[in-house]
């Protein structure tokens, strides 16, 4: 090397950048979840306050402990611990046990994500992992739900969630208003779909989620419940409540910021409309014909591993390639 | 035609052979990493547990049950199993080298998979008619070949530099097929029932 060079400083184009980065698209997004996240707590109390921490703080532990151990350069500043472990809490009920988040946590990072190279390299979204992990393994006390302790008229309201209770006994004691701001029993985080979709909103402004998977997603799932009825029973052809599966149980925070996860979400935008219906489609069968209340965990994590495959069919074809003529 | 398409997405979903039984590991595991391969793996596997669980059937309720005889059953199935594929194969041989050379190495391989020895022993413990049998070892066989095609294209992507030395190869394939088996959990029992009334 010639000395006189050492100080010019050579990079390739692009020589303007917007500073988007890994770490700021995590901490964005955790921002984004903050008000739904204030919204669980200021509607369940401060236990909900307690969840989140211990799940948030036992995934950047596991983060911290997992990168020494590999000698990995450190990546708790990335944000992406944090944000797996505030999704992690939000799909937990208010009232569960502190170790479930936390081996939730533990699973999501250490098994999930870390083992498969960390951030980037995993191939299932690990807070959803966590939670459907928790989900199967305390199967009791994952579906075990406390009323909210504000609102007025608090005889009202029962511990069961919306979707536990079906469209028509719920709307008989309460409102698609309670439903939309979130006063209504359920997991942390997902109770509140006004703060989720302005959340959401301010995501799409920011460019860091596009329109392909919510959309596909959210409408195949609606249109799957109007046409079926959207009870087991199955309530005549073409009388699904559209609103009332839209707001209750986990679709808004699923669909906005869960199936959006870009790991684990595909790369072209005819892939992620793929993705998207796929989802619809999964969530509508679990949700509705399953053993299980809510679907959209399962569903998307199903989708997931279908990911490795829509990426391989949908590959776009090099500009100028055509496709090959049969010489007759 | 309820009762087959019962068994079709008993067999397929809920309780597919690799991820809710985990039955046949060993090919699962062994031939997932092309999905080429994997693919000629899981047609040879439909194509051998459909005949299996056929002839097993046969040999079970024509031979051994009308001599009170049911105590031999496993024994007779292995040998029944493994004789019928080596039979198989050299036919094969014969009439359509192209097939053979398709299924070639994998066919030898099941002879004593254990997701064939289980949809036999399952078939009679399930008292399934002829028919029923054929179609539950025909979806086993589709089931296998769906595990196996996701698993494949899953574990094309591993970039192998990226993932700790210590779960390289086999580790992390068993891992991944766990994550896979916690997601099929949602396929469970209830759901069936529901969708098929």
Known sequence: MMEGKKNLLMTSSPHLHEGSSTSRIMWTVTACLVPAGAWGVYNFGLTSLWIILVSVGAAVLTEWVITKLLKKEQSISDGSAVLTGLLVSFNMPPSIPAFIPILASVFAIGIVKHTFGGLGRNWMNPALAGRVFAMFSWTGEMTTWSAPVIGAGADAFTGATPLAQGASEFLSKQSYWDLFIGNISGCIGEVSALLLLLGAAYLFIRKIITWQIPLSYAASFLLLVWIFGGTVSGSGYFTGDILFHFLAGGLVLGAFFMATDMVTSPLTSKGMIIYGIGCGLLTFLIRIYGGFPEGVSLGIILMNIFVPLIDRFTKPVKFGNVKEVKNV | ?197
Request: hydrophobic share 60%; glycine share 8%; charged share 10%.
């Open chain 2, 1 to 197: 035609m309820m009762t087959f398409i019962g068994i079709m997405l008993t067999y397929i979903f809920i309780e597919n052979f690799i991820l809710t039984k985990f039955l046949g590991l060993c090919p699962f595991i062994g031939v997932s990493k092309k999905v080429d391969s994997a693919v000629g793996m899981g047609f040879a596997v439909i194509f051998v547990m459909s005949m299996a669980s056929l002839v097993t059937w046969m040999v079970f309720h024509w031979l051994l049950e009308p001599n009170g005889l049911e105590f031999l059953q496993t024994v007779t199935f292995i040998l029944v199993i493994a004789t019928l594929v080596q039979l198989v194969e050299m036919i094969i041989q014969k009439i359509s080298p192209p097939l053979y050379k398709a299924l070639g190495i994998y066919l030898p391989l099941i002879t004593t998979n254990c997701a064939v020895m289980g949809i036999a022993l399952i078939n009679v413990q399930k008292n399934y008619g002829i028919i029923e049998s054929l179609f539950s070892g025909m979806a086993g066989g589709i089931g296998f070949l769906l595990a196996i095609f996701l698993m494949s294209s899953i574990r094309e992507k591993f970039e192998t530099e990226w993932i700790p030395k210590p779960f390289r190869g086999m580790p992390i394939a068993f891992i991944t097929a766990g994550l896979m088996a916690l997601a099929f959990m949602a396929f469970d029992k209830a759901l069936l029932n529901n969708l098929l009334g």
